[in-house]
Nanobody
């Protein structure tokens, strides 16, 4: 059984920063993809950032490149998302998720991810 618990969301003004955390409970935090996704009301869930636990190679959506940084602490089974220069369009519910396998080029596709956290709300005001 895999459990994921997000924390760190909140309300900030445009230009501000937040750091999201995700505690991943799984027997082996290795050989999986872990990622951050977001969903705004009325919009489809979109991939924000992801990383393969064994390689540490990050994948970012174009909309967050240069502003968001995904990182992990494998020893603690923790995943993080540092979000800087936040914009009102970043407002959404943010979720962390894991996937056992992902086709190359589809690392940010939510369809490959099978375990999800409950989400944490991020609200950016202008």
């Amino acid at each position: 059984q895999v459990q994921l618990v997000e924390s760190g969301g909140g309300s900030v003004q445009a230009g501000g920063s937040l750091r999201l955390s995700c505690a991943v409970s799984r027997s082996t935090y290795s050989n999986v993809y872990v990622g951050w996704f977001r969903q705004a009301p009325g919009k489809e869930r979109e991939g924000v950032a992801a990383v393969y636990t064994n390689s540490n190679t990050p994948y970012y959506a174009d909309s967050v490149k240069g502003r968001f940084t995904i990182s992990q602490d494998n020893a603690k089974d923790m995943l993080y998302l540092q979000m800087n220069s936040l914009k009102p369009e970043d407002t959404a519910m943010y979720y962390c998720a894991t996937a056992s396998s992902v086709s190359a080029g589809w690392e940010l596709s939510h369809r490959y991810y099978d375990y999800w956290g409950q989400g944490t709300q991020v609200t950016v005001s202008s």
